[in-house]
Structures are given as C-alpha cells and as structure tokens.
C-alpha cells in the first residue's frame, strides 16, 4: 500500500526546535520531489518547503527560510524537515505529499511547491509552538 507517513510533531515553546519526518512506503522515493505542507485552523494550506528528486533544489516559504530545513535520505526512504526557531505562527498540522510526476534521479524540480501538484498526502502531524 503506498503511503506517507508523518511524524515528530509535538509540543514545544517559542525559539525551540522540532524535527519531522515524512517515510514512505509502497514505493522508493528515488523518483520523487516531496513537500512539507502545513494548514492552521482557518487557514488555507501553504506550501513549506519542497525538495527535488536530486535534493540540489529546495524551496522555502519566505515565513520560514533561514529556520527550516529540508532533506532527505533515499537508503531510509525518509524526508526531513528541521524546524528551528519555531514561532506561534508555525502552529499547524504538518503534511508531507509526493510531486505526482515520477522524475529522472538527476531532475532539479519540485513544481511550484503548490499543494495541487502533490499527491498521496499523509495523516498530518500537530505542531504547536506555545509558551
């Protein structure tokens, strides 16, 4: 069964940080960009961050540059993304979702980091930045 699953949310206080994970199952992510996409309550979903099928090309919403990072490990079928510096405003469920066009191992593309290109979306997990 292919899927995404996420994890590595929690609670944690302004500036602390968290790491979450995006593993998949039911297919290698060697062809595949993946996205880190988070919704708040009343929010529309905005993309986070992405990465290409090479990792030599990432995106980041400008709200988190400088604090997030995103990476993957293909041997570990696993996405990553570091959150440092976490603010309030980072307060969301976390989803992770497969690019729906299957890539060459050397591709540089993500699309355009839009929820509407991904795919296969995982359960979400809960982030809450609070004191």
């Known amino acids: 069964q292919l899927q995404l699953v996420e994890s590595g949310g929690g609670l944690v206080q302004p500036g602390g940080s968290l790491r979450l994970s995006c593993a998949a199952s039911g297919f290698t992510l060697d062809y595949y960009a993946i996205g880190w996409f988070r919704q708040a309550p009343g929010k529309e979903r905005e993309g986070v961050s992405c990465i290409s099928v090479s990792g030599t090309s990432r995106y980041y919403a400008d709200s988190v540059k400088g604090r997030f990072t995103i990476s993957r490990d293909n041997a570990k079928n696993t996405v990553y993304l570091q959150m440092n510096s976490l603010k309030p405003e980072d307060t969301a469920v976390y989803y992770c979702?497969?690019?729906?066009?299957?890539?060459?191992?050397?591709?540089?593309?993500?699309?355009?980091?839009?929820?509407?290109?991904?795919?296969?979306w995982g359960q979400g997990t809960q982030v809450t930045v609070s004191s």
């Open positions: 979702a497969r690019f729906r066009r299957r890539q060459p191992v050397y591709s540089s593309t993500y699309g355009s980091c839009s929820g509407n290109e991904y795919e296969y």
